[in-house]
């Protein structure tokens, strides 16, 4: 049911005009009625007398009604706002942007990018439709309010992993298929530059790179490692700088699956071998993605150093711990070290000075081990725990070594099910 | 059996002084093909023999430095691509983009389009070749390295992850010989409609309240960043403690 409050002007008029022939059915109606005992006593059930005000307290309404707001309920809380569909009945061109779906999911970059399709198709006018192309998995459940029109999902064995060539084939065949005024591609290093370049080539055009200021007539691209703004005519295929344009957020789309009829392609000249295993602490920490920090807390440092290796952990610290001498100055996170970025971070023994916590400023979940559980890095982290470092590390490496042995046993088990 | 490797070369552009120097990534493309054939790598720049960030390139141990020379306004691909045609290259190497001109990063996509080879990008390390085949890393972000294998002939372009180029030596780059060859003269047509400036400062994004009421813009204005803490294990054993650690690191895939 809505919240919204939708006042009856008559009713209130009648409540407050006593002498109004309707009066009392309006005003017992507001009060839940009068009762009359057996003995014709008028009774009242204290329970309902009143209401509950805005900030949860009972109120008790002592003008008996006739007050000029008789609903008295006002609610503040959020209404779910559904937002106007925007729909394209049988495009006549389609602008084709190929997302990067890094984890399945569509990135903010992918969705300024569908904000720029929709920006070209208002300039160049014409019923125009925005595709989103994407391959292998896909995780993204919001396709409709990111400004997906249409939705060209490509999936296939072919297309899993790293398979660019395969990939380009595909799009090459969707050019082939659907009338497309053009393709828009993130300028990233997930990929997006790579099958732009590759489908640039195969299609003899010569796409804008770094492209940032976008209309239907002009773009204006960087070059000469950006120190150069390019101006020319917008071309068919475009790489896009981040926050190129804004994302769609007023409206919702119909994001109605397309399919490609027909997807032939030829073996890959490219063997992907999968992914390799890197030292933790060779990864620059600027970009890890998994951190395990240490600072004044930590007393056994061999413990602390075996911890990482164990959970495949790049080591940071804190300024203490550097200044102490346990861990060199390239280990230091925070103001005057480096700004991180990881995904995961596990603070152990940082109480978190507010230098540290301007380092980790990007991360999305911070673990705090801590002993002190008023300290600021436990009101920053996604999950504290308050206890000895020393005997929760050792716990947690046990943990980590079953992991792995399980995990090793279990593609054992695979292997030998596959012979 | 030594494998031909070609590495081409630009002219770089240092970031801050904007002065000219040899190319990053250029320069890495060198010091993996000196890795990878020695001083037999064939070095190949489009443009002016004159040019002196060539000897910058020279002096990390080669011999001579391949020109074809050419004007600045002509298309380098043309003779690049002639070039690679004449020659029977195994393995070309390039930069991912240049530090001058556009720098689109096309060169290597549209060789290989024109050559019919396979194109591996981002390269951060070639660790061996064998029967044909070589094992290539690739340079993903955060670190993280994909092992591909892709038969000979191929092209490269090598990622600022491959291994830093070694000093320039002086001396030896002014001995080195410039093998002037004849390049194209076809002129890149597209790129003279073009207008070209120093870039500018691209605006930052600001947040944008979209709010109805006088109660959301308040509310927009005072909240605080972060939504409320998160969860604080205190009295339990640590065992417990340690196990909800682990659940998380491997809720967020950073244990596999």
């Given at each position: 049911m809505s919240d919204i409050i939708r006042r009856d002007p008559r009713a209130e008029w009648i409540i407050r005009n006593r002498l109004h022939p309707l009066h009392d059915q309006y005003a017992n109606q507001e009060e839940g009625g009068e009762v009359r005992g057996p003995s014709g006593l008028l009774r009242k059930f204290p329970h309902k007398v009143g209401f509950i005000g805005p900030n949860g307290i009972k109120r008790i309404d002592r003008l008996k009604g006739n007050s000029s707001a008789p609903k008295g309920k006002r609610s503040s809380a959020a209404q779910e706002v559904q937002l106007p569909l925007h729909k394209v009945d049988s495009p006549e061109y389609y602008i084709m942007v190929v997302a990067d779906l890094v984890g399945g999911r569509l990135t903010g970059h992918d969705k300024d990018i569908l904000g720029l399709a929709h920006k070209l198709i208002a300039?160049?006018?014409?019923?125009?439709?925005?595709?989103?192309?994407?391959?292998?998995?896909?995780?993204?459940?919001?396709?409709?309010?990111?400004?997906?029109?249409?939705?060209?999902?490509?999936?296939?064995?072919?297309?899993?992993?790293?398979?660019?060539?395969?990939?380009?084939?595909?799009?090459?065949?969707?050019?082939?298929?659907?009338?497309?005024?053009?393709?828009?591609?993130?300028?990233?290093?997930?990929?997006?530059?790579?099958?732009?370049s590759r489908l640039a080539a195969r299609l003899g055009e010569r796409p804008a790179t770094q492209a940032w200021q976008v209309n239907a007539e002009q773009t204006v691209s960087r070059g000469?490692?950006?120190?150069?703004?390019?101006?020319?005519?917008?071309?068919?295929?475009?790489?896009?700088?981040?926050?190129?344009?804004?994302?769609?957020?007023?409206?919702?789309?119909?994001?109605?699956?397309?399919?490609?009829?027909?997807?032939?392609?030829?073996?890959?000249?490219?063997?992907?071998?999968?992914?390799?295993?890197?030292?933790?602490?060779?990864?620059?920490?600027?970009?890890?993605?998994?951190?395990?920090?240490?600072?004044?807390?930590?007393?056994?440092?061999?413990?602390?150093?075996d911890a990482a290796k164990v959970l495949g952990a790049t080591e940071g610290a804190s300024r203490v711990a550097v200044d102490d001498g346990f861990m060199p100055r390239s280990r230091q996170v925070g103001a005057t070290g480096t700004w991180v970025t990881a995904r995961v971070y596990i603070a152990v023994g940082i109480s978190g000075a507010i230098q540290h916590m301007q380092g980790i400023g990007q991360v999305d979940k911070v673990v705090a081990i801590n002993t002190d559980a008023g300290c600021d890095m436990v009101k920053r982290a996604a999950l504290s725990v308050i206890g000895d470092s020393e005997e929760i590390l050792s716990e947690l490496m046990k943990l980590a070594a079953e992991h792995k042995n399980t995990s090793v046993s279990d593609q054992a088990e695979e292997d030998s099910h596959a012979a | 059996m030594p494998h031909k490797v070609i590495s081409l070369i630009s002219v770089g552009r240092h970031p801050q002084s904007g002065r000219s120097r040899r190319a990053d990534q250029d320069s890495r493309a060198v010091e993996l093909g000196l890795k990878l054939a020695g001083t037999d790598l064939d070095v190949v720049h489009a443009g002016s023999s004159q040019e002196p960030v060539l000897r910058q390139y020279a002096g990390m141990g080669l011999p001579k430095v391949t020109v074809l020379e050419q004007d600045e306004s002509a298309d380098a691909l043309v003779s690049i691509a002639d070039y690679l045609k004449s020659e029977k290259a195994d393995i070309v190497l390039t930069g991912v983009r240049a530090e001058s001109g556009e720098s689109s990063g096309m060169t290597p996509y549209i060789l290989s389009e024109q050559l019919g080879w396979p194109i591996v990008a981002r390269v951060a390390d070639i660790v061996d070749i064998k029967e044909g085949e070589a094992q290539v890393l690739?340079?993903?972000?955060?670190?993280?390295?994909?092992?591909?294998?892709?038969?000979?002939?191929?092209?490269?372009?090598?990622?600022?992850?491959?291994?830093?180029?070694?000093?320039?030596?002086?001396?030896?780059?002014?001995?080195?010989?410039?093998?002037?060859?004849?390049?194209?003269?076809?002129?890149?047509?597209?790129?003279?409609?073009?207008?070209?400036?120093?870039?500018?400062?691209?605006?930052?994004?600001?947040?944008?309240?979209?709010?109805?009421?006088?109660?959301?813009?308040f509310k927009a204005a005072t909240a605080k960043p972060q939504g409320g803490s998160g969860k604080v294990m205190k009295n339990e054993s640590a065992q417990e403690?340690?196990?909800?650690?682990?659940?998380?690191?491997?809720e967020e895939k950073v244990i596999r």
């Open positions: 300039e160049q006018g014409g019923n125009g439709a925005v595709v989103a192309v994407c391959f292998g998995e896909v995780k993204e459940e919001h396709f409709d309010t990111a400004g997906v029109d249409r939705l060209l999902h490509i999936d296939g064995e072919a297309f899993e992993g790293y398979s660019p060539e395969a990939r380009v084939q595909a799009l090459a065949q969707v050019e082939a298929q659907y009338p497309v005024k053009h393709w828009l591609f993130p300028d990233s290093i997930h990929g997006g530059c790579d099958l732009a000469a490692s950006a120190s150069l703004d390019i101006t020319r005519k917008t071309p068919k295929i475009l790489m896009l700088l981040e926050e190129c344009a804004d994302a769609i957020d007023e409206t919702r789309h119909e994001a109605t699956p397309i399919t490609l009829d027909g997807v032939s392609v030829s073996a890959p000249t490219i063997q992907d071998q999968g992914l390799m295993d890197v030292d933790p602490n060779a990864i620059p920490m600027a970009e890890a993605e998994f951190i395990l920090s240490a600072g004044n807390g930590i007393h056994n440092w061999d413990q602390f150093h | 690739l340079a993903l972000p955060r670190g993280q390295r994909r092992q591909v294998t892709v038969k000979l002939p191929f092209i490269a372009s090598i990622d600022n992850a491959a291994e830093a180029a070694r000093q320039s030596a002086f001396g030896p780059g002014l001995r080195a010989k410039m093998d002037s060859q004849k390049g194209s003269t076809v002129e890149d047509s597209v790129r003279v409609d073009w207008s070209e400036a120093p870039a500018k400062a691209r605006p930052k994004r600001l947040k944008i309240v979209k709010a109805k009421t006088a109660a959301d813009r403690q340690a196990q909800a650690i682990f659940d998380l690191l491997i």
